[in-house]
């Protein structure tokens, strides 16, 4: 009988099976920041994607709109990364 190597439950903590308390929120941690920070189901992340002046319908965004709206982006992904890290080094 082959047995499966051992599972590093720190750096790949299971979302199915976790046998802690803090497994879990490691878990939930990971998968959020995933669904933020990289292209899932959805097509883009809303935190990574580059928006352009193109608004879609037709329409046109001003450059600085459009800077405004990736400047927001990247700080918000920024301090919501920092958070992320503040949790993952809390539990």
Excluded: C
């Amino acid at each position: 009988m082959t047995t499966e190597p051992t599972r590093d439950r720190v750096t790949s903590p299971s979302i199915n099976f976790p046998q802690s308390a803090e497994e879990a929120q490691r878990a939930i941690v990971q998968q959020v920041r995933r669904m933020l920070f990289e292209e899932h189901s959805a097509g883009y992340s809303p935190l990574t994607k580059t928006r352009t002046n193109d608004a879609g319908f037709g329409l046109t965004r001003k450059d600085a709109q459009t800077k405004w709206l990736n400047d927001a982006a990247d700080l918000i992904g920024a301090i919501i990364g920092d958070k992320l890290d503040e949790i993952e080094v809390s539990i």
